[in-house]
């Protein structure tokens, strides 16, 4: 079945970097969305970035703009977010999500925390 493995997460000082990492498998590597939404207590869950294969396009939402960098490496089956400039507010649960000919899978969340 489909798993979303999602590491890199962990305590960074602000203006600091992180790189998460999602790998992917057990689903056809093509025609999919996968990205990051994130959750910071009593915060609703947001989408962060996302990435199509069909065409490569990027989403970011704007509170990342410019910060973060999404990237994928399919032969690696692989999806990235590159964090930097972070910031107190980024701190959140992340969780690696994949969306596929109308399924979708959540990946375990990986812990962020941004200190001032």
């Known amino acids: 079945d489909v798993q979303l493995q999602a590491s890199g997460g962990g305590l960074v000082q602000a203006g600091g970097s992180l790189r998460l990492s999602c790998a992917a498998s057990?689903?056809?590597?093509?025609?999919?969305?996968i990205g990051w939404f994130r959750q910071a207590p009593g915060k609703a869950r947001e989408g962060v970035s996302c990435i199509s294969s069909s065409d490569g396009s990027t989403y970011y939402a704007d509170s990342v703009k410019g910060r973060f960098t999404i990237s994928s490496d399919n032969a690696k089956n692989t999806v990235f977010l590159q964090m930097n400039s972070l910031k107190p507010e980024d701190t959140a649960v992340y969780f690696c999500?994949?969306?596929?000919?109308?399924?979708?899978?959540w990946g375990q969340g990986t812990q962020v925390t941004v200190s001032s």
């Open positions: 999500y994949l969306y596929q000919r109308g399924l979708q899978w």
């Open positions: 057990g689903f056809s590597f093509d025609d999919y969305d």
